[in-house]
């Protein structure tokens, strides 16, 4: 709890070589747990990582608490408020002023903070500090969906400009989202090179093309991640392979389609397509397709032979 905590912070003569503190599910509560950490923060004035997930009742308050306590020039470089009970538009305030007082941040995890929803990531997105040097963002189950949602991860990418991870997993965006996030993206070149989409609810050709507009302002991308949206199927993917091999230079690397609904021959030929309008791919995860089975999986193989076969010619 805040107490130990505090009492651990008071204890430390100064440590100059405290790089790492995992506090995760330590009963930090509200502005005396916030209060407690920004304590530690002064007591190890070189701390660069700093992980709090599963204080479930830090609030907004408390990081609000941890941001008005923290020493000028901190050496935070990563922080993980997952599961902190951050809320809406004053939990994202609470982040950006966090985010203000340590300018060095590059990682920032999010995740299950179920009630941010769109109004705090835009919240926070508009209050970042234009200097910001934020690399990855982790939002994973943070409660954004539909249109609202989309725009809201778009936000972030516009207000972080040197962002090149974005998990964004586990929300409930659908189509409509995706579009939203791919029409909201900033027209400049994007640093973006990683991109997590799992359990979004992309569904079928319209999926596929909502994905389409996506890869076509993020031409950086090396990492996809669409596992478990299990209704992409055979024809979305047909539409997102397509859309690849427009891209005039693609970097993809990592394919991940776990379990999204591809089964028989057509979705071997279109996992095929992919492969094809992506040459630097090396890793692919295709598991848990459970209806691509054999013939399936001979589709690829021979989409693979042909491929190779042409690049003879």
């Not at 609470?94 to 941040?105: E, S, V």
């Not at 990418?157 to 939203?180: K, M, P, Q």
């Not at 392979?241 to 379990?259: F, G, K, N, Y």
């Amino acid at each position: 709890a805040a107490a130990g905590v505090l009492a651990f912070a008071r204890g430390l003569p100064q440590a100059p070589a405290l790089k790492s503190v995992h506090l995760g599910e330590c009963t930090l509560c509200g502005v005396s747990g916030g209060e407690a950490a920004s304590a530690l923060l002064r007591g190890a004035p070189a701390l660069e990582y700093l992980e709090l997930p599963g204080n479930r009742s830090l609030l907004d308050a408390g990081v609000q608490a941890l941001a008005c306590g923290m020493p000028d020039g901190t050496s935070l470089t990563a922080l993980d408020l997952g599961e902190c009970g951050l809320r809406s538009a004053s939990g994202g305030q609470a982040i950006a002023a966090l985010l203000a007082k340590a300018p060095d941040l590059k990682r920032l995890a999010l995740a299950d903070n179920r009630d941010l929803n769109a109004l705090g990531t835009s919240t926070l997105a508009r209050g970042l500090p234009p200097a910001n040097v934020l690399q990855s963002i982790n939002l994973g189950r943070c409660g954004l969906s539909d249109a609202s949602g989309g725009r809201a991860l778009a936000d972030i990418v516009a207000h972080a400009g040197h962002l090149e991870s974005l998990h964004a997993s586990e929300n409930r965006l659908s189509n409509e989202g995706v579009v939203a996030f791919a029409e909201g993206l900033p027209a400049r070149a994007l640093p973006l090179s990683e991109l997590s989409l799992c359990e979004c609810g992309v569904r079928g050709e319209e999926g596929g093309a909502a994905l389409s507009k996506v890869l076509g302002r993020c031409a950086a991308l090396t990492s996809l991640s669409l596992s478990c949206n299990e209704d992409l199927g055979n024809s979305g993917l047909a539409v997102l392979s397509e859309a690849l091999m427009l891209m005039p230079s693609c970097l993809m690397r990592s394919l991940q389609l776990r379990a999204c609904g591809l089964h028989g021959e057509q979705g071997g030929a279109a996992v095929a397509a992919a492969l094809a309008a992506a040459p630097r791919l090396q890793k692919l995860d295709l598991s848990g397709n459970r209806f691509l089975a054999a013939a399936g999986v001979a589709a690829l193989a021979g989409g693979l032979c042909a491929q190779e076969e042409r690049g003879r010619r």
